[in-house]
Nanobody
C-alpha cells in the first residue's frame, strides 16, 4: 500500500503563488509517475500535471502550462506543484495521484482558493 499526504493549499489573491506538496510513504519502490489533478463542485476531476519517476519528464494541461511547475524529490518520494500567476479559475481541490507498476493511489485533496 501507498499513503499520500498533501499540504500547501490555502487562500491567495489572483496573481499570487502557492506550492503544493505530496509525500508518499509505504510501498513506493515501484513508482512510475506522480500527478496532480483538480476538481471543482459539479465537474469531473481534471489532469493538471505529471512527472515521470523513471526519466523525469513532465507534462501539463494547457490551462496551466507556463504558470505551474511540477518537480520531485526522489529521496523523500515527494512531488511538488509550484503554482504561479494564479487565477480565480484555478480554484479547486487539488489531488495528488500516484501510479506504481501494479496500482494507483489518491491523496485526500487540498483546497486552493484564488480570490479576484
Amino acid at each position: 500500500q501507498v499513503q499520500l499526504v498533501e499540504s500547501g493549499g490555502g487562500l491567495v489573491q489572483a496573481g499570487g503563488s502557492l506550492r503544493l506538496s505530496c509525500a508518499a510513504s509505504g510501498r513506493t519502490f515501484s513508482i512510475q509517475h506522480m500527478d496532480w489533478f483538480r476538481q471543482t463542485p459539479g465537474k469531473e476531476r481534471e489532469f493538471v500535471a505529471r512527472i515521470s519517476w523513471t526519466d523525469n519528464s513532465s507534462a501539463y494541461a494547457d490551462s496551466v502550462k507556463d504558470r505551474f511547475t511540477i518537480s520531485r524529490d526522489n529521496v523523500h518520494d515527494t512531488v511538488y506543484l509550484q503554482m504561479n500567476s494564479l487565477k480565480p479559475e484555478d480554484t479547486a481541490v487539488y489531488y495528488c495521484h500516484l501510479e506504481t507498476d501494479s496500482s494507483w493511489y489518491w491523496g485526500q485533496g487540498t483546497q486552493v482558493t484564488v480570490s479576484s
